[in-house]
């Protein structure tokens, strides 16, 4: 699909051409009929969400013909792609070849993992850290890949709390470990830039499992190392 003279000469070209491709794409999807093997769906999906974007624009006041916005409902639209790609990803893919046969029974413990997500309420980011503790009983993982169990789950629409319990329960699940703790620590924007308006306001929420949430001393020993508490 062919629309680069359109972005640059006129955007209600180009977001006609895309409204049009969103609905023959759709019309196509509900019907499950035929395929163009030519046509890439994810493209088409990219010029729907776009075409959403640029009706927000339109509503919020904005001219969305003059230059430094022509192209801004496909950069976002591909941005939102990007911010919550966890939608296509599962845990069980990249883990199936990390999972280790390990006789160790000590903790195991990743602090301070990145992670940026959408709040679901405000479609508006949240950012700060995770801290993840795992007890193994016969089986380690990769370390990058408790990160990347991070990444999954946080780019998708998420409030901090069922994030959290994602996290645990997905290495739970696949390592059958002796106990699992999670902590994240994180800054929403919609604390930070509308309601309230508490810059400093901070997010703790916790997911306990197994050990760490039946032994007090390994529940504070995992507390004190991340959080330095206790």
Avoid: W
Wanted: hydrophobic share 40%; net charge negative; charged share 25%.
């Amino acid at each position: 699909m062919e629309v680069h003279c359109a972005t640059e000469t006129n955007g209600n070209v180009l977001m006609d051409t895309m409204l049009s491709s969103c609905i023959e794409y759709k019309h196509r999807d509900s019907g499950k009929e035929e395929k163009d093997s030519t046509e890439d769906p994810d493209s088409t999906k990219t010029f729907c969400i776009a075409k959403a974007y640029s009706t927000i624009l339109s509503e919020l006041g904005e001219n969305v013909e003059r230059e430094g916005l022509l192209r801004t409902p496909l950069r976002a639209a591909k941005a939102m792609q990007f911010f919550t790609k966890g939608y296509q990803e599962t845990t069980q893919a990249i883990l199936k070849d990390a999972i280790f046969n390990e006789n160790h029974d000590e903790v195991v413990l990743v602090k301070d993992i990145d992670l940026f997500s959408l709040c679901e309420h405000h479609l508006v980011p949240f950012i700060g850290k995770a801290h993840i503790a795992y007890l193994p009983n016969k089986k380690v993982v990769g370390l990058s890949k408790l990160a990347r169990i991070v990444e999954i789950f946080s780019r998708r629409l998420q409030v901090q709390e069922r994030l959290t319990k994602q996290i645990a329960t997905a290495i739970n699940e696949a390592l059958e470990p002796a106990g699992v703790a999670v902590v994240i620590e994180a800054a929403h924007m919609c604390m930070v830039m509308r309601g309230v308006q508490k810059m400093n306001a901070k997010t703790v929420t916790s997911v306990m499992l197994g050990t760490f949430q039946e032994d007090p001393k390994s529940r504070e020993e995992f507390l004190s190392l991340t959080l330095g508490k206790f």
